[in-house]
């Protein structure tokens, strides 16, 4: 068996270095173990970011008909957070097979392998449970229109069946948190592929995830692809004054709010994050109150 | 010119608003009673959030085939919430500037 022991990340100042760990374990990594066990004897909590992601590189393990184990320490509150969330439940039962897996507590909900098929009955859900357990009476459409916009960006663009979605609403801080995860393609290669077909030059990952971002430009991996699924990711994240932060391949975008203002960063990576990884904070005291339905008639055109 | 109004209510002739799959019936909704020379006046009555994807293959769809000028007057909202509405308002706002450019 590899082990893969998982220390404790502070995702303010070490969120690159999980996803290069992530990047460095992969499967062919460590493509003749008998099993891959993952440790968290030692962490102290796991955060949305590490379980999405996490729950992609399992499921490649799991693909490649590698078992998974799971280390920790009985009552230790990353192993109870981890069956919380459904990892130990989906992995030691020889992978995702539910549509949906039961919520354990009333402000995260469990790991969900994205499937087509189920997609619209999977943002009802996530917008009712929020709802019901933490935000009654809140309008919660930047919550569903910031998950539809990254779960059909999976399902356009990453050309992979490996992508897992997380939630959890942190009520002292007011904030909701949502994970998307895929080891898709990547931005910044399907950017310069599109590119490259239409002879013009290759850009850099951290230019091709602002390229990705822009209004209207799209790879059209897709006929439909019209290209504002990121950029209403985006909007939707500025309006509520939240966070917003993307990897993919070598490139990264990060907005977050900081003491000082906002924080806006573009970039490049010196490892190579497998797919895309994009992660919402969203601040609930921005949200609406759910207001009544207007029986004005408006012209929209 | 159009006078007689028919209103689609958007969650009766959809399963969801999210995948461009999902749009197909409405483009189609729409699209007939265009044809039929009506105004079409668009329930949002218990909607769940459009994405863009469900929009680009609605109203998106709506304006290649007959460009706004066309679409004036022909298509009206009602039974949205204020979100609803900007959410709306800002893909079409969008839609024109990336046409017009």
């Not at chain 1, 990340?9 to 499967?27: G, H, I, K, M, S």
């Not at chain 1, 008998?34 to 955060?47: E, H, P, Y």
């Not at chain 2, 022909?74 to 979100?83: A, F, I, S």
Request: net charge positive; hydrophobic share 40%.
């Amino acid at each position: 068996m590899v082990t893969l022991e998982i220390d404790t990340y502070n995702e303010d100042t070490q969120l690159f270095q999980w996803f290069r760990f992530v990047a460095q374990n992969r499967y062919p990594e460590h493509s003749s173990a008998g099993a891959i066990g993952i440790d968290v004897t030692k962490t102290k909590f796991l955060r949305p970011f590490q379980l999405a992601t996490l729950a992609c590189l399992l499921e490649e393990y799991h693909q490649h008909g590698i078992p998974v184990r799971f280390l920790y320490k009985a009552k230790s509150k990353s192993g109870r957070h981890m069956l919380n969330v459904g990892l130990r439940t989906v992995f030691k039962d020889g992978g995702f097979k539910e549509k949906f897996l039961d919520h354990v507590k009333k402000n995260s909900l469990p790991v969900w392998r994205l499937q087509r098929e189920y997609l619209d009955t999977f943002l009802s859900e996530t917008e009712l449970f929020y709802r019901n357990h933490n935000l009654q009476n809140k309008d919660l459409t930047p919550v569903r229109l910031g998950l539809s916009e990254a779960l059909n960006n999976v399902l356009d663009h990453a050309g992979s069946q490996n992508g897992y979605v997380l939630s959890q609403y942190y009520p002292n801080a007011h904030t909701l948190v949502v994970v998307v995860c895929d080891f898709g393609v990547g931005i910044p290669t399907r950017v310069n592929e599109f590119r490259k077909n239409r002879n013009e030059r290759t850009l850099t990952p951290a230019q091709c995830i602002k390229k990705a971002l822009e209004k209207g430009f799209s790879t059209l991996s897709a006929p439909h692809n019209r290209g504002w699924g990121l950029d209403n990711i985006l909007s939707n994240v500025n309006a509520v004054n939240g966070d917003l932060l993307i990897v993919s391949n070598k490139g990264f975008l990060w907005k977050q709010k900081t003491k000082w203002g906002v924080k806006d960063e573009v970039d490049n990576l010196e490892f190579s994050f497998p797919g895309t990884f994009i992660g919402i904070r969203l601040n609930a005291n921005y949200f609406e109150t759910i207001d009544s339905e207007s029986g004005t008639e408006i012209d929209l055109f | 010119m159009a006078t007689d109004k028919v209103t689609i209510k958007v969650m009766d002739v959809v399963k969801g608003t999210t995948t461009n799959a999902d749009a197909m019936p409405l483009y189609l909704s729409m699209k007939n009673a265009l044809a039929d020379n009506k105004i079409i006046v668009l329930s949002l009555h218990k909607a769940t959030a459009m994405s863009s994807s469900f929009m680009n293959s609605s109203f998106g769809n709506l304006v290649e085939d007959y460009g706004f000028e066309t679409l004036k007057g022909r298509l009206k909202l009602v039974d949205y919430t204020p979100v609803m509405l900007d959410s709306v308002k800002r893909y079409l706002d969008n839609l024109k500037k990336i046409k017009h450019s």
